[in-house]
């Protein structure tokens, strides 16, 4: 059986010590994670040592993503500089190991107009997607300024992966503080943080009326979908308020894909499947923040209804998203 993991993160340390550079508002906190036990080691290889860690798991294919948070943070012309220095990077990696790596391309989102031109670039370089994050300062990706992006993406179909990102100082400092350092951290990011601004930028999104526009885009959420899922009898009454055409939850079963980012928790992949359909789930890692062993992924991959579901899961909808050929093809 196949198996393609599809948000596999690592690590460029020019553009961390970049972040790092960055004034205290505009700083990322969520970047001290990167460094706890063994992670940046991990990060900073795309090599023959991931391969070997994959094939450990019995990964066939890793499509690797920059961990976040990406260029966001930084100013338009850094962006733009480190997002082109990161995508040929990833090429690279991917033309050394044809069989067993792709990548989601890095953009540059604080220039919009450069975050359309390097989407058309990394098409040509055989990226399979786009990694970006629902905010880049205070501006939603649901921003008209983004509607060229989104659109090239459709045309292209180039899917877009939207990652978590740390919540905004005003909101972590109302709403994730009053513990210690390290506690505020991680509810503003791991434990809840994180999910809140991936689901709300998705939301935002289908909102925004995205997907009426666009609709041969397709969205990649993980966590099980950013507790989107669970909460779609609330979420589809605002169809009506926003003029959409479909309800909410429509819109998530035609343009969103969800994956299990390393949650291998089957009663989550219970209720993905009774609110979604067996074509829209992705099997993920999260590398190296979860590190599941290949026993803990064959117990997880049991709990499947049918052998179809399960090789659509594994391999299948992954091969289909992001055209990615069969072995041996």
Do not use: C, K
Not at 94 to 99: C, D, E, G, S
Not at 102 to 126: H, K, N, Q, S, Y
Not at 234 to 250: F, K, N, P, W, Y
């Amino acid at each position: 059986m196949t198996v393609i993991a599809i948000e596999e993160h690592w690590g460029l340390p020019a553009l961390t010590a970049a972040v790092r550079a960055l004034p205290e508002d505009r700083a990322d906190e969520s970047l001290v994670l990167d460094e706890m036990g063994d992670n940046l080691e991990h990060l900073h290889d795309i090599g023959d040592a991931r391969i070997a860690v994959m094939d450990a798991q019995g990964i066939d294919v890793s499509i690797l993503s920059l961990a976040p948070p990406g260029t966001q943070p930084l100013d338009p012309a850094d962006a733009a500089r480190f997002a082109r220095q990161a995508n040929d990077i990833a090429a690279e990696a991917v033309r050394r190991h044809p069989t067993r790596f792709r990548a989601f391309a890095t953009l540059p989102t604080a220039d919009p107009d450069a975050a359309v031109a390097e989407l058309e670039r990394a098409v040509d370089l055989g990226f399979v997607g786009a990694m970006v994050y629902g905010r880049t300062g205070t501006v939603p990706l649901d921003d008209p300024r983004y509607d060229d992006l989104l659109a090239a993406a459709a045309r292209s179909h180039q899917p877009i992966s939207l990652h978590p990102q740390i919540p905004p100082v005003a909101i972590r400092q109302a709403a994730y503080s009053g513990f210690d350092p390290m506690t505020d951290l991680g509810l503003a990011t791991f434990g809840w943080g994180w999910h809140l601004e991936a689901a709300l930028s998705a939301l935002r999104l289908i909102v925004r009326g995205t997907f009426d526009r666009h609709p041969d885009l397709q969205l990649v959420l993980g966590h099980w979908g950013e507790l989107l899922l669970f909460w779609s009898d609330r979420t589809d009454s605002l169809a009506r308020v926003a003029g959409l055409d479909r309800r909410v939850s429509e819109y998530i079963r035609s343009n969103v894909h969800i994956t299990s980012s390393g949650m291998l928790d089957p009663t989550l992949l219970r209720h993905a499947l009774e609110v979604t359909t067996p074509d829209r789930l992705l099997f993920s890692t999260d590398h190296p923040f979860h590190r599941p062993t290949r026993a803990d992924i064959d117990r997880f991959l049991a709990e499947f209804p049918t052998d179809e579901a399960r090789q659509a899961f594994t391999a299948g909808n992954a091969q289909a998203l992001f055209r990615i050929s069969p072995p041996g093809a």
